[in-house]
């Protein structure tokens, strides 16, 4: 699963989302869906990259042990799921609640279509009663 193509369709989504909270609730419910999605990205996004670096980092020949990178990987989430925590409380402070729950919805439906796509272009074994 591409994390770039994840987040374009997530922008899109969010984008596409914001507008019906703008046009009826106001410009600044609008905000809050692209806060909220831009919230959820960055958080996929940071999650994807320290993936990405913990894996390239077992590959290695000298690498840390597992202890040490699950260590650091822990230590890095922790980090990275309170400062959310902290955001998205501010964010629900000046924020109703429906429009920052859209926004936080557009990632998960991005990962639900990127799996659908995935999962569609995936060649399959021909059906035992097919062929000659």
């Known amino acids: ?23 009826v609730l106001g ?6 869906v692209l806060l909220a999605a831009g919230l959820a990205m960055g958080n996929f996004w940071m999650m994807a990259a320290r993936l990405a670096g913990v894996s390239a980092l077992l590959t290695l020949p000298a ?22 925590f902290f955001l998205l409380w501010t964010l629900l402070k ?4 429906l429009p920052v729950v859209a926004g936080l919805s557009c990632v ?7 799996a659908f796509v995935d999962c569609s272009r995936v060649e399959r074994d021909p059906s035992t009663g097919a062929g000659p």
């Open 1 to 23: 699963m591409s994390t770039r193509r994840v987040l374009i369709r997530a922008g899109l989504l969010a984008l596409a989302a914001a507008y019906p909270f703008a046009v």
């Open 63 to 84: 690498a840390p042990g597992h202890g040490a990178l699950t260590a650091r990987t822990m230590i890095a989430g922790t980090i990275r799921w309170v400062l959310t």
């Open 27 to 32: 410009p600044r419910h609008g905000l809050a």
């Open 108 to 114: 998960v439906a991005s990962i639900t279509l990127q």
């Open 94 to 97: 000046y924020a109703h609640a």
